[in-house]
């Protein structure tokens, strides 16, 4: 397949056409290294994508990654907002396959679709939405077997890199690892920020149940909110741990490890899986 938009030229002639342009309300900058899309396709082990029974993009675009996807011989399902590319899918001759399928509008809302199969994801991803994108994959399909991700490098790194309540939350699931970092001008328009290319390989059982997954969210939003705070001070002060505070208490400090005098950087991710699935366990009674 002869891809076209691999030029900035041949991308502003065809969105001049359709009287569009690159829109920064959902974060569109269109990879333009032929390069770095070939990377970031043979990135997953090839006995994964074997395993798997289809493959995922969020965010194609005009299709630099779809077009490569889909000589994998896998059936493939996109996740497209913009009218303007979903036309573009529509009709582009290669994409119409039976094999090929697209889900309009928010990938937030249209996740839950294909959760029931096992698949590989790709994506590049928008800043502003980021976080999102990648909790609420985890928290809908378990069986995602692992994901490529172009993302903001300061996003990226926060995640692989950075003690945060993301990297707590997505490090329950799995590990994560930049595989590359990616300069501006590999996309159209080129983004101020510089990219990385974030790879998520899923434990083999999660840190945590799913049926707890609420709790440690809310333990984790609860104690990130006051980072700088003693462990104390937070279970006082805190305003989302308020109903469970006492419980909290009681599962935290029913043994020596720690004193209430640490702040969030000194708690390992473990103590959070931990506390959740007690905590879990105890409103369940």
Not at 6 to 14: A, E, N, V
Not at 40 to 55: A, C, F, M
Not at 126 to 136: D, R, V
Not at 240 to 262: A, M, P, T, V, W
Request: overall charge neutral.
């Amino acid at each position: 397949m002869s891809y076209l938009f691999f030029s900035p030229k041949k991308i502003r002639t065809y969105l001049e056409e359709k009287k569009a342009a690159p829109l920064k309300k959902w974060g569109q900058n269109f990879l333009i290294d032929r390069n770095i899309a070939r990377m970031i396709i043979e990135s997953p082990p090839k006995e994964t994508i074997d395993s798997v029974d289809s493959l995922i993009e969020i965010g194609p675009g005009l299709g630099a990654l779809t077009h490569m996807l889909l000589t994998m011989n896998k059936p493939l399902s996109v996740f497209e907002i913009d009218p303007v590319m979903i036309e573009t899918l529509i009709h582009t001759p290669e994409f119409q396959l039976e094999s090929f399928r697209i889900f309009e509008g928010d990938v937030l809302e249209n996740l839950q679709k294909i959760s029931d199969q096992t698949f590989y994801c790709f994506g590049n991803l928008p800043y502003y939405i980021s976080s999102e994108i990648l909790s609420t994959l985890m928290k809908t399909c378990p069986n995602c077997k692992g994901g490529v991700f172009l993302l903001q490098k300061e996003f990226a790194e926060r995640i692989s890199g950075e003690h945060s309540s993301l990297s707590v939350f997505l490090g329950a699931f799995g590990n994560w690892k930049i595989l590359k970092h990616i300069k501006g001008s590999s996309f159209y328009p080129p983004p101020k920020a510089v990219s990385s290319v974030l790879q998520y390989t899923p434990l083999v059982t999660p840190k945590i149940s799913v049926r707890n997954v609420p709790y440690l969210e809310k333990i984790l939003r609860g104690f990130f909110w006051g980072k700088r705070k003693t462990m104390d001070r937070i279970l006082i002060d805190s305003p989302f741990l308020q109903e469970e505070k006492e419980i909290l208490k009681d599962i935290i400090f029913s043994n020596d490890q720690f004193s209430g005098r640490e702040r969030v950087s000194e708690i390992p991710g473990e103590s959070f899986y931990l506390w959740a699935e007690t905590l879990g366990e105890r409103m369940a009674r």
